[in-house]
């Protein structure tokens, strides 16, 4: 059955104070609007409309990349209002299906909107529902004594009893597209808001002796967002889900409120995590991972049993099998490490290769390098990459031995099996299995009197 989707967006956000359109804020990274555009196309619509006011310019550039329908509300006469602008444009039989989705409800799932779907089977219109402690702001669902759908009352047009309901309305319906055509034709704005109310479509469709049926969600999955407190909460609910998620899938966390995800992250079973990391997407990780705390990965791929000590910062790059990094390591973009690869504290690596076996254990800088296997640079070993106009590479062979406090002044090689002295400044080639030594004689001078303060 062909399947339509409207999603409503043309909405001031006054509540937000931002000059930021309100679905370009973002829960996850994300924004709001891209957030229900991809549960709306796993739907799998055969056309899909998004209603925006005058002034769209940036979220239609946000959104870009999908194919979407723009259907212009110039002026905000309600929800109701907004649907009518739209319907005009679905080109499809009175039998077929219109989901109605709002863009500021960011975190339904496809499965309850199937579930929704399913409703239609028996009914021309289903309402999405939930139950709330605090029904403030919410159209309530009022029911006759079968329990059926009757009506949906707005808050500010609701008696002090039916306010007292609550089940209310997420917004979110879905309905034969006929069936809602006759029902926007029976709107009029005639209510505390002056607006037409795509609420009331539910009593003037049952006016016409059509069936409505009502199924509910969990409150946290129909949350919308109206203020930076829901938005906040919202950015709560999607975290604690994706956890869960992790948390069922094999993946430990010793302080699970603390971790931090984004965008798509596959980890494989027994990774841990430590309290307060970031995991931002794209992201793989694999079995036997350690991640301890304070530690921000982006955009990377993770080998398996890696130890990733504290307060790391990996970003663009793909680490190995059983390689230890950090504490306080910098991982830049394109940093590619074999396995069994050691980097300890403060080293900063950046396009940088390094095969396996290799040790950067302490203080260095290896930027546009291509280091060999079984290598061990020592401490404050600099590759001096960049002459204040371009970038140059350096390469280190394997079984190369580079002693502390070393300038590597590229473009320069080291071949394998090389040594240098600690303290050197490499400049030329080091040719293999030598030894290559540029500091300055040591000089003596006994019995050195130090400079005495003038009075
Ligand atoms: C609406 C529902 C209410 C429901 C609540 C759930 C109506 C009349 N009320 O109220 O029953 O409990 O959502 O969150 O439908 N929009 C337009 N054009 C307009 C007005 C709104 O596109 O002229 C869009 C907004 O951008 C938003 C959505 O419709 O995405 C909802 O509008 P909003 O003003 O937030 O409705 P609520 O008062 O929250
Ligand atoms: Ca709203």
Known sequence: MALNVIILAA???TRMRSTTAKVLHTVAGQSLIEHVLQTAYALNPTQLLVVHGNDAREIKEQCAAYPIEWVLQAEQCGTGHAVQQALPKIKAADNSQVLILYADVPLLSSNTLSGLQGQLAEADLALLTMQVNDPTGYGRIVRDADSSVQAIIEERDADSATQQIKEVNTGIMVARLGALREGLALLNNDNAQAEFYLTDCVAAIKQQAKKITAISCPAEEA??????AQLAMVEVHYQTRQRQQLLDSGISMSDPATVYLQGEINI?????IGPCVELIGPLSIAAG???ASHTVISNSRIGQNTKIHSFCHIEDATIGDRCELGPYARIRPQTE???DVKIGNFVETKKASIASGTKVNHLSYVGDAQIGVNTNIGAGTICCNYDGANKHQTIIGDNVFIGSDTQLVAPVEIE????????????????????????AKQMIINAWQRPK???
């Open 223 to 228: 949350q919308g967002v109206n203020s930076r």
């Open 337 to 339: 490490l074999a396995s």
């Open 453 to 455: 303060k003038s009075k």
């Open 11 to 13: 909405g001031k956000g």
């Open 289 to 291: 991972t350690h991640i």
């Open 268 to 272: 494989e079973a027994d990774v841990s």
């Open 416 to 439: 394998n099996g090389a040594t240098i002295a600690a303290g050197s400044t490499i400049t030329k080639k080091v040719p293999a299995d030598s030894l290559a030594l540029s500091r």
